[in-house]
């Protein structure tokens, strides 16, 4: 019983949803069932998948981050461009994107924190001032083509594996990214950050510094861009489009992981599993075929169900949670879900103190 109600919670859901999705995907394209294409389908899920796992840390802390797409398009010209065809500007190249997605972050989490600007607008602005720079850099039209070994990162990997033949880099790269991220979310700074979106007041009274936890959380976000940005390049090539609309992908699969808009409940996994769905969607869309035109459309319906059904689960399980008081000594049963928004002003104090000393 307990299975069934994880599975249908709106974390666990998406689970479900997307078991469904690769069965019918797969009666549908029997070919997809081949362990190849199973593998190219995760190398076109991995940029949306890290797009989402940086938004995942700026919704939990109560905040948006609408600058995640043209931020790409702006990091892909900078390859595009800086790398051109000498393959020893390729690591000096990654780190000038790295500072600058560090930069963008820093200046987000500044201006939401200490200005007071609402996040919504703050990256709203970043996102329409990078994509202005672009288009005047660029003319709109697509320039430069970087070295074929910096395109490599997001095209190659391993050939002639037994089983899947093929282990594409842009795979790796997404486990790393899932299991750094996993790991921050064990960390203080995970666990501020979950505070802050569950009741900022009380993190703020704790002693936490939630300016700089809010602020780390936005430049995770922009590092996730440029790590997705890398891999673009070598999977969709350099124009003045790449990227455009990451942020409200990013956004519908963090929703449909189960990560309240607001802040304070998630799970980064269902946030990772939420991409996922929304790309097998999409293929299933195109294999049954309907018009790619609609995915704006089908994307803000799933926004809206996502949203509305966790407010209808959460709120019936606040209604027919225990009413009579706790026997003394005796912790109260927490509810499904609430390990993500157990954060407590005494462990955000933990998670300063922990901060101060390093």
């Known amino acids: 019983m307990r299975f069934l109600k994880a599975l249908v919670s709106p974390r666990g859901a998406v689970f479900l949803l997307l078991v469904i999705l690769l069965v019918a995907i797969m009666l549908l394209n029997p070919n997809f069932a081949e362990p190849g294409q199973i593998m190219r389908y995760i190398q076109r899920v991995a940029p949306v998948a890290i797009v989402a796992i940086g938004q995942y840390f700026v ?68 996102k329409l001032a990078l994509l202005g720079l672009v288009l005047w850099w660029t003319g709109g039209a697509a320039t430069g083509n970087p070295a074929d070994s910096f395109r490599q990162i997001g095209r190659g990997g391993l050939r002639d594996l037994p089983v899947i033949d093929f282990l594409p880099w842009s795979v790796l790269v997404l486990a790393v990214w899932l299991a750094l991220g996993i790991w921050t979310t064990k960390r ?24 700089w936890v809010t602020t780390r959380a936005f430049m995770i976000s922009s590092l996730s861009a440029t790590v997705s940005a890398v891999l673009l390049v070598g999977y969709a090539g350099v124009h003045p489009s790449v990227g455009r609309g990451y942020e409200f992908v990013a956004i519908t699969a963090v929703v ?14 269902a946030a990772v599993a939420g991409a996922f769905v929304l790309e097998a969607l999409f293929l299933l869309l195109n294999i049954a075929g309907v018009p790619s035109s609609l995915r704006d459309a089908v994307q803000g319906v799933i926004i809206i169900a996502a949203v509305a059904y966790s407010g209808l689960v959460f709120r019936s399980r606040r209604r027919s949670g225990p009413q009579t008081p706790p026997s003394p000594g005796k912790e109260p049963d927490a509810p499904d879900g609430a390990e993500e928004s157990s954060a407590t002003p005494a462990l955000a104090g933990e998670g300063a103190a922990h901060n101060n000393r390093s």
Request: aromatic share 6%; proline share 3%.
């Open 59 to 126: 919704i939990i802390a109560g905040e948006f981050d609408l600058s995640q797409g043209s931020l790409i398009t702006a990091q892909v010209i900078v390859a595009g461009n800086l790398v051109g065809q000498d393959d020893s500007r390729t690591v000096p190249v990654l780190a000038l994107m790295i500072v600058l997605g560090l930069f963008v972050g820093l200046v987000n989490g500044l201006l939401t924190t200490l200005l007071k600007v609402p996040s919504f607008i703050v990256t709203l602005g970043m």
């Open 188 to 211: 203080p700074l995970g666990k501020l950050l979950i505070a802050i979106g569950d009741n900022a007041r009380a993190t703020r009274y704790s002693g936490a510094r939630d300016w």
């Open 256 to 269: 449909l992981g189960g990560v309240v808009l607001g802040g304070g409940r998630g799970w980064i996994v």
